[in-house]
């Protein structure tokens, strides 16, 4: 193969997930990992792919760029559903409880699960269902569940960031800091294995990081775009986390770093 058209490919990969490691490329490509730097180099120079540590991403992929919620949604709906099917298999189905849900794309998806299978929860009739109580601050995922038999909702007060339509500020923080739900939830726009998760936002980052403090479990849903990334903000570290849910397998480096923090990893 031309270096021409292995760079090509190479600049394709990037373009359809987001990032690429120099060992992936060395293997797939049957090349040296000194030839993948060189082929990195030249893509860069043309403006096509930027490089960071181990690889590189997309040249428009910054640590501050940020998609609206909305651009999100309509984003890997496939992987969003089996990561939101795996994590609602962690809610018990007959017990009461706390669950907390962080605000996100894949979150609100398991929002959406979990007001279906409350809703047509059987009764016996006997006595009233326990409730379980069900913490967020995103917008999108209080109007999925406010109004489902079976689920009482707490909704944590703030300003409303429009293009996350999650509550941030002071006010939420302290919030997150006064309660302690049995299992939270978490939605990250990176997981790396030394930065750990972080997001664009510094203030979406402390309600984040206040979650990680107050909740007993926690469990991160990414799906596999935010294997490897590393975005501004570091709000959690892989030894605060109890599970990671996503589509597929973290490469060798993360993977190895999830083991030695102890993470549960769960391929959905």
């Known amino acids: 193969m031309f270096a021409e058209e292995r760079q ?5 990969l990037v373009a359809g997930t987001g990032r690429v ?3 992936l490329l060395a293997e ?27 690889g590189a991403v997309a040249a428009d992929r910054f640590s501050t760029t ?45 929002a959406g699960l979990l007001a279906r299978r409350t809703a047509i929860e059987p009764s016996d009739g006997t006595e009233l269902r326990a409730e379980l109580v069900a913490i967020t601050h995103a917008v999108p995922i209080a109007g999925k569940l406010s109004s489902v038999p079976g689920i009482a909702l707490d909704v944590l007060g703030g300003r409303v960031r ?11 923080v302290d919030a997150a800091g006064r309660i302690r739900p049995d299992i939270a939830f978490i939605g990250t726009n990176g997981i790396h294995a030394s930065f750990g998760l972080s997001t664009p936002d510094p203030e979406e980052a402390a309600v984040k990081a206040a979650f990680v403090r107050s909740a007993r479990r926690i469990v991160v849903l990414a799906d596999s775009s935010k294997l490897d990334a590393e975005t501004l903000v570091q709000f959690a570290s892989l030894k605060d986390l109890d599970t990671l849910i996503t589509d597929s397998e973290p490469g060798p480096e993360l993977a190895a770093a999830l083991e030695d923090a102890g993470v549960d990893v769960v391929i959905a």
């Open 162 to 172: 429009g293009l996350t339509q999650v509550a941030v500020g002071q006010a939420t």
């Open 8 to 12: 090509q490919k190479i600049a394709e």
């Open 28 to 54: 797939r490509f049957r090349i040296t990992t000194e030839t993948v730097r060189r082929d990195l180099a030249t893509l860069e120079n043309a403006g096509t792919v930027r490089r960071v540590h181990g």
């Open 66 to 110: 940020e998609e609206s919620v909305t651009e999100r949604a309509i984003q890997r709906p496939d992987q969003k559903i089996r990561i939101a099917e795996a994590a609602l298999a962690l809610i018990p189905r007959t017990s009461s409880g706390s669950v907390l849900i962080d605000g996100g794309t894949t979150t609100e998806v398991l």
């Open 21 to 23: 490691s120099v060992t």
